[in-house]
């Protein structure tokens, strides 16, 4: 390759790492072209599979401000994956595709700028594709939202009930007060009864009248 098509190579490379999310590095050792087709078929339509020279892709990584993430990884038959889209979707063809074709080696990879081992862009394939996941996260915040509504809606009355509730119970405690109160309340003594009035001395009694001398029987003789 003449120097000036190694530089538009490298310069290539290094314009796709930059304007990339995130990049996976794989080695391809033995599969074959029908095989790649199958393979960017499986990425979708957010990333393309560019079979690369590792020596101008050291170059372009180093360029990029990734050496320390990739440059280790470039040896062998090399092949990246540069995804513009959802990373998921990607690593998902990736995955799938290396359980059928051994032949593909997925040895790591970059997403916003940091490092990805193969057991984390494994892990990646298990996750739900974005447009799931924010649906999701759309359907949990209008029910959150609809919850509050409902909460705010139902505030006037429970507020009322509450104040009734209250009144109530301070009526009622207010009456048992009451009792209470009655209850120990100490009795209002007797009142003492009036000293018997002094009877009235009873009036002498009158004489009686001597007997009168019986008088003398008619006719009688004197004796």
Do not use: H
Not at 48 to 76: H, P, R
């Amino acid at each position: 390759m003449a120097r000036a098509d190694k530089v538009a190579a490298v310069g290539e490379l290094t314009d796709r790492f930059k304007d990339s999310g995130s990049v996976v590095l794989t080695e391809y050792r033995g599969l074959s072209v029908t095989q790649l087709s199958l393979l960017r078929e499986a990425l979708g339509e957010n990333a393309t599979f560019s079979v690369v020279k590792n020596t101008l892709t050291k170059i372009a990584v180093s360029e990029a401000g990734l050496e320390d993430q990739l440059a280790s990884l470039l040896s062998g038959p090399s092949a990246i994956a540069f995804v513009g889209g959802d990373v998921v979707e990607a690593a998902k063809g990736l995955r799938d595709f290396s359980r059928d074709n051994p032949a593909l080696v997925i040895k790591g990879g970059v997403l916003d700028g940091k490092a990805l081992t193969p057991s984390e862009i494994t892990q990646l394939a298990d996750l739900e594709p974005r447009d799931v996941l924010l649906a999701k996260l759309a359907g949990a915040m209008t029910a959150s939202m609809a919850r509050a509504a409902a909460v705010f809606n139902a505030l006037p009355t429970q507020v009322a009930q509450l104040a009734e509730a209250l009144r109530a119970q301070r009526a009622q405690r207010a009456e048992q007060g009451g009792a209470e109160a009655a209850a120990e309340a100490p009795s209002a003594p007797d009142a003492p009864s009036a000293p018997d009035a002094p009877s009235a001395p009873s009036a002498p009694s009158a004489p009686s009248a001597p007997d009168a001398p019986d008088a003398p029987a008619e006719g009688g003789s004197e004796s």
